[in-house]
């Protein structure tokens, strides 16, 4: 099993920006594995954010596309989720997820084994 540790979540105002991290620990790289960001609202199901494949191809939801960019530095070994134009629906609790089994749309939560604690994000006017 993969441990993943989420960081970046917070408060922030209706229109502003959050980077959300996400860490393997070691020995795992963000590049042994596919990857992706989800959240969960309160009474919601879990919705997939982005995902990027081992051959690092991205894919989004019409939903964020746009606003949110994935992205890896590799220096630091983190799967990092820049999000922009934050609205106040974007209020949720953000999760990382690992190694994908490839059976599911990579942005389903059913295709990913690992997943970290989550992080929470709250966005307020």
């Known amino acids: 099993r993969v441990h993943l540790v989420e960081s970046g979540g917070g408060s922030v105002q209706v229109g502003g920006s959050l980077t959300l991290s996400c860490q393997p620990s070691p020995p795992y790289t963000i590049n042994a594995f596919c990857m992706a960001w989800f959240r969960q609202a309160p009474g919601k199901k879990r919705e997939g954010l982005a995902a990027v494949t081992e051959q690092g191809f991205i894919t989004y939801p019409d939903s964020v596309k746009g606003r949110f960019a994935l992205s890896k530095d590799n220096a630091n070994n983190l799967l990092n989720l820049q999000m922009n134009a934050l609205k106040s629906e974007d209020t949720a609790m953000y999760y990382c997820?690992?190694?994908?089994?490839?059976?599911?749309?990579?942005?389903?939560?059913?295709?990913?084994?690992?997943w970290g604690q989550g992080t929470q994000v709250t966005v307020s006017s």
């Open positions: 997820a690992a190694r994908c089994n490839g059976f599911y749309d990579e942005l389903s939560e059913n295709n990913y084994a690992d």
